[in-house]
């Protein structure tokens, strides 16, 4: 089932707290609204499970108007952060629920409840915990269970509000996949609120990039990382190095650099050079256009290493890298990187630049 909202505002006396968003989620998609605390992704995500009111817009399922629907009528499936599990049902009556609440013509008999309670709790691999009540649980068991819930009363829409915020990281990793791998089996439409820029690109169709109440961007996974449209998108997937330049008859004042550039003639000025840990593209040995810089510190991340470094002569503030190899590089030792992936901004515009090594050679 699609998703219209349709020019949605939303104000707490008198302040706005989302400001004309307008986005289609499409059928079976899984689409993550992601941003920082006070964006209003949660309240959207409220707004379309009828929990919450809009002060203006509508939502439309499949081209029916919800606007004024009742969360009940709806037929949305919720997730809450924290459960929400009944502490005094077992799981198997937890994931019961919904179904037993129906009334009239919607009521199913018992034996088919109990059915269909048994293939969730194996669905959700806890077929062996069906006697248990919450209080017996761990936290990743529990969040299934009450996706089991969600999932009982066959929503047309599923609704995460921070799913996996209160997991370790082990658990949150685990439920990421799982989640995922239901989803491709089951097809159904879905949104989930994170805060994890991680999360959002391993779980979603589509990530919806929110600041302030409104969207930034929205777009598949890949898209986002590889063309953030926004300065506040680009820094806010990761820990981006900032580097304070100034653009001087065509070239990069950077440090103790003067770079030449290619690309559209800008007005000289300053310039923020802004460039992923990842896009350093730290190498052991020197190549065309490549800056030398002394290693710091380094941890593992990954099949990776994440590097404190310092310029070597030609900036005074130490930069972020990755390196694309297991072993730890020698604190003291000399590597080399590259600007070649930078974005240059100035304020809020990016500036239509790079450094042309053509001019090394």
Same mark, same amino acid.
């Given at each position: 089932?699609?998703?219209?909202?349709?020019?949605?505002?939303?104000?707490?006396?008198?302040?706005?707290?989302?400001?004309?968003?307008?986005?289609?989620?499409?059928?079976?998609? +899984?689409?993550?609204?992601?941003?920082?605390?006070?964006?209003?992704?949660?309240?959207?995500?409220?707004?379309?499970?009828?929990?919450?009111?809009?002060?203006?817009?509508?939502? /439309?399922?499949?081209?029916?108007?919800?606007?004024?629907?009742?969360?009940?009528?709806?037929?949305?499936?919720?997730?809450?952060?924290?459960?929400?599990?009944?502490?005094?049902?077992?799981?198997?009556?937890?994931?019961?629920?919904?179904?037993?609440?129906?009334?009239?013509?919607?009521?199913?008999?018992?034996?088919?409840?109990?059915?269909? /309670?048994?293939?969730?709790?194996?669905? /959700?691999?806890?077929?062996?915990?069906?006697?248990?009540?919450?209080?017996?649980?761990?936290?990743?068991?529990?969040?299934?269970?009450?996706?089991?819930?969600?999932?009982?009363?066959?929503?047309?829409?599923?609704?995460?509000?921070?799913?996996?915020?209160?997991?370790?990281?082990?658990?949150?990793?685990?439920?990421?996949?799982?989640?995922?791998?239901?989803?491709?089996?089951?097809?159904?439409?879905? /949104?989930?609120?994170?805060?994890?820029?991680?999360?959002?690109?391993?779980?979603?169709?589509?990530?919806?990039? +929110?600041?302030?109440?409104?969207?930034?961007?929205?777009?598949?996974?890949?898209?986002?990382?590889?063309?953030?449209?926004?300065?506040?998108?680009?820094?806010?997937?990761?820990?981006?190095?900032?580097?304070?330049?100034?653009?001087?008859?065509?070239?990069?004042?950077?440090?103790?650099?003067?770079?030449?550039?290619?690309?559209?003639?800008?007005?000289?000025?300053?310039?923020?050079?802004?460039?992923?840990?990842?896009?350093?593209?730290?190498?052991?040995?020197?190549?065309?256009?490549?800056?030398?810089?002394?290693?710091?510190?380094?941890?593992?991340?990954?099949?990776?290493?994440?590097?404190?470094?310092?310029?070597?002569?030609?900036?005074?503030?130490?930069?972020?890298?990755?390196?694309?190899?297991?072993?730890?590089?020698?604190?003291?030792?000399?590597?080399? +990187?590259?600007?070649?992936?930078?974005?240059?901004?100035?304020?809020?515009?990016?500036?239509?630049?790079?450094?042309?090594?053509?001019?090394?050679?």
């Amino acid at each position: 089932m699609s998703i219209q909202i349709d020019s949605i505002q939303k104000t707490f006396g008198g302040a706005p707290v989302l400001k004309d968003i307008s986005l289609t989620i499409e059928t079976g998609e +899984m689409a993550a609204l992601l941003g920082p605390s006070g964006s209003g992704k949660t309240t959207l995500l409220r707004i379309i499970a009828g929990l919450e009111t809009e002060t203006s817009g509508r939502i /439309v399922f499949d081209g029916a108007d919800m606007t004024d629907v009742s969360a009940r009528d709806r037929r949305v499936g919720f997730v809450f952060q924290n459960y929400a599990l009944f502490r005094h049902m077992t799981a198997a009556e937890n994931i019961a629920f919904g179904l037993t609440v129906r009334k009239g013509a919607e009521k199913l008999p018992k034996a088919a409840i109990e059915a269909r /309670v048994r293939d969730l709790l194996a669905m /959700v691999q806890l077929t062996d915990f069906a006697g248990r009540y919450p209080a017996q649980l761990s936290g990743g068991p529990q969040q299934r269970v009450a996706l089991a819930r969600a999932l009982a009363t066959e929503p047309r829409v599923l609704l995460l509000d921070e799913p996996f915020g209160a997991l370790d990281a082990q658990v949150r990793e685990d439920l990421r996949q799982w989640i995922r791998r239901l989803h491709e089996k089951l097809r159904f439409t879905g /949104v989930f609120v994170t805060h994890d820029q991680e999360e959002a690109m391993q779980i979603a169709d589509r990530v919806v990039v +929110m600041k302030d109440g409104r969207i930034e961007q929205a777009d598949a996974p890949e898209e986002i990382w590889t063309r953030p449209k926004t300065r506040f998108v680009l820094k806010f997937l990761c820990d981006v190095n900032v580097l304070e330049g100034r653009i001087e008859d065509g070239k990069l004042l950077l440090g103790s650099l003067a770079l030449p550039l290619s690309g559209e003639k800008v007005e000289p000025g300053p310039v923020d050079v802004l460039l992923r840990p990842i896009d350093a593209q730290m190498k052991r040995t020197f190549g065309l256009g490549q800056l030398p810089i002394e290693v710091l510190a380094s941890r593992p991340k990954g099949g990776a290493v994440q590097v404190l470094a310092r310029p070597e002569g030609w900036y005074p503030d130490p930069i972020n890298a990755i390196l694309l190899e297991d072993a730890l590089p020698t604190r003291g030792n000399t590597y080399y +990187m590259s600007l070649d992936r930078a974005y240059f901004y100035r304020g809020s515009d990016r500036l239509p630049i790079r450094i042309d090594h053509h001019a090394f050679s």
